[in-house]
């Protein structure tokens, strides 16, 4: 028997404290990394992201980007940019993308056509948001909303604001049959068909109500609570994306969730960080800041508001196949992520 080593002994101690010390950091240290959003070895998650640049331009995601918040959470963004929320669905249903945000109308329209889901509410209207939508007009005959018999209303086809038309009409009592509506795709478009008389009236949101103002003899005739209409936003994950990374999408929700705390600290940056991106005038964003209500959560409340509205478009047989709204929901990433923004119970 060889005699016994007391040095060697001592080094093989040594060796294992050393490996077993060396094992624990490395836990705590993955622990540590888990609870701020993605371990540092893992590799970052590539999203595809769909943004508006017309209602906001979904400015919380863009700071998101901007702010390295994404990276915190192991989000690797890719940001392609369109000019309404439908076209961001659009864009999910031939699967240029991964998410897209979309006002209540446009994402109930097209729940039916596409696999994906709603995870969170991104907005919902106050009494300031009703005020910041306009109804505008330009002409000596047009002074109230009973002068638009006849006229020509200008609509973004697919967009809320069919849905507010609708509404505004209804309320007022002008027969749809009595007006004819004049599409166009972006709001640049709809300037310019109000200043060349092609449009004689339309709905403007944020920036470009001050545009169409400028134009002359446009006048605003209404608002948006003149057409009882209330307006929340969504966001919405291929399915297939939400089954394949659930913790993803918790990530990509915390990380909008600090994002949008930045924003509410950081109207100035915010506001620069839009004109850099998208050439919006710092004074109507600052403007727009103030009237937004950016959210990350779903309440029972979310799920009646869509209820009540799928329900008034299939009436007036505007939605074209018919779907179980609970179907269409995902929000288990968003209750691991924040359990206490969910409220809505099946």
């Given at each position: 028997?060889?005699?016994?080593?007391?040095?060697?002994?001592?080094?093989?101690?040594?060796?294992?404290?050393?490996?077993?010390v060396?094992?624990?950091?490395?836990?705590?240290?993955?622990?540590?990394?888990?609870?701020?959003?993605?371990?540092?070895?893992?590799?970052?998650?590539k999203v595809?992201?769909?943004?508006?640049?017309?209602?906001?331009g979904?400015?919380?995601?863009r700071v998101a980007?901007?702010?390295?918040?994404?990276?915190?959470?192991?989000?690797?963004?890719?940001?392609?940019?369109?000019?309404?929320?439908?076209?961001?669905?659009?864009?999910?249903?031939?699967?240029?993308?991964?998410?897209?945000?979309?006002a209540?109308?446009?994402?109930?329209?097209s729940?039916?056509?596409?696999?994906f889901?709603?995870?969170?509410?991104?907005?919902?209207?106050?009494?300031?948001?009703?005020?910041?939508t306009?109804?505008i007009?330009?002409?000596?005959?047009?002074?109230?909303?009973?002068d638009?018999v006849?006229?020509?209303?200008?609509?973004a086809?697919?967009?809320?604001?069919?849905?507010?038309?609708?509404?505004?009409?209804?309320?007022?009592?002008?027969?749809?049959?009595?007006?004819?509506?004049?599409?166009?795709?972006?709001?640049?478009?709809?300037?310019?068909?109000?200043?060349?008389?092609?449009?004689?009236?339309?709905?403007?949101?944020?920036?470009?109500?001050?545009?169409?103002?400028?134009?002359?003899?446009?006048?605003?005739?209404?608002?948006?609570?003149?057409?009882?209409?209330?307006?929340?936003?969504?966001?919405?994950l291929?399915t297939?994306?939400?089954?394949?990374?659930?913790?993803?999408?918790?990530?990509?929700?915390?990380?909008?969730?600090?994002?949008i705390?930045?924003?509410?600290?950081?109207?100035?940056?915010t506001?620069?960080?839009?004109?850099?991106?998208?050439?919006?005038p710092?004074?109507?964003?600052?403007?727009?800041?103030?009237?937004?209500?950016?959210?990350?959560?779903?309440?029972q409340?979310?799920?009646?508001?869509?209820?009540?509205?799928?329900?008034?478009?299939?009436?007036?047989?505007?939605?074209?196949?018919?779907?179980?709204?609970?179907?269409?929901?995902?929000?288990?990433?968003?209750?691991?992520?924040?359990p206490?923004?969910?409220?809505?119970?099946?």
């Open positions: 028997m060889k005699p016994f080593n007391r040095f060697k002994w001592k080094q093989t101690a040594a060796a294992i404290l050393l490996a077993s060396t094992l624990v950091a490395a836990a705590c240290g993955n622990n540590a990394n888990s609870a701020s959003g993605g371990a540092a070895d893992d590799k970052p998650i595809r992201f769909a943004l508006d640049t017309a209602a906001g979904s400015l919380q995601f980007e901007e702010q390295g918040l994404f990276d915190k959470y192991g989000i690797d963004a890719e940001i392609a940019n369109f000019a309404y929320g439908i076209d961001t669905i659009n864009a999910m249903l031939v699967e240029r993308s991964d998410t897209g945000t979309a209540d109308y446009a994402l109930l329209n729940l039916s056509k596409g696999d889901k709603v995870v969170s509410t991104l907005t919902r209207e106050t009494e300031n948001q009703a005020a910041a306009v109804l007009a330009k002409g000596d005959d047009i002074n109230e909303p009973k638009l006849g006229k020509k209303l200008g609509v086809k697919g967009t809320v604001y069919e849905y507010i038309w609708y509404k505004f009409l209804e309320k007022e009592g002008i027969n749809p049959d009595d007006i004819k509506f004049v599409p166009y795709s972006t709001p640049d478009e709809a300037l310019i068909g109000v200043q060349k008389g092609q449009i004689d009236a339309v709905w403007a949101a944020s920036i470009f109500i001050d545009k169409f103002l400028a134009l002359d003899g446009a006048k605003k005739i209404g608002d948006l609570s003149s057409a009882e209409a209330n307006i929340s936003s969504y966001f919405v291929q297939k994306f939400i089954e394949e990374h659930p913790e993803a999408v918790e990530n990509i929700l915390k990380a909008v969730s600090e994002a705390g930045y924003v509410e600290g950081h109207k100035e940056e506001a620069e960080l839009a004109f850099k991106e998208l050439k919006l710092k004074e109507g964003v600052l403007k727009d800041l103030e009237q937004l209500t950016y959210t990350i959560g779903f309440t409340e979310d799920f009646a508001h869509l209820e009540e509205m799928k329900q008034f478009i299939k009436d007036k047989g505007i939605l074209q196949q018919d779907f179980d709204l609970k179907t269409k929901l995902s929000l288990e990433p968003l209750k691991q992520a924040f206490d923004s969910v409220t809505y119970k099946p």
